[in-house]
């Protein structure tokens, strides 16, 4: 069997991002569908705003010259 040639084609910024969300959403439908997978999904978004929400009380703290 004969390899084909792939080649890159360029893609404007607008194009590219418009073609990841749509490949974005597409993952969405799939994790809103599948229970344990949107579970764990809200479980990690939940630790990620938790930590995201320290480090800003961190970081005003130090900006406000303390530091606990």
Do not use: F
Request: proline content about 3%; overall charge neutral; charged content about 40%.
């Amino acid at each position: 069997m004969a390899k084909r040639k792939s080649y890159a084609v360029p893609m404007d910024d607008a194009q590219w991002r418009a073609e990841s969300d749509a490949r974005t959403l597409i993952e969405a439908c799939k994790i809103e569908k599948d229970p344990k997978r949107m579970a764990a999904a809200k479980k990690a978004a939940k630790k990620m705003v938790d930590e995201a929400q320290e480090a800003l009380v961190a970081a005003q703290n130090v900006h406000d010259g303390y530091d606990d």
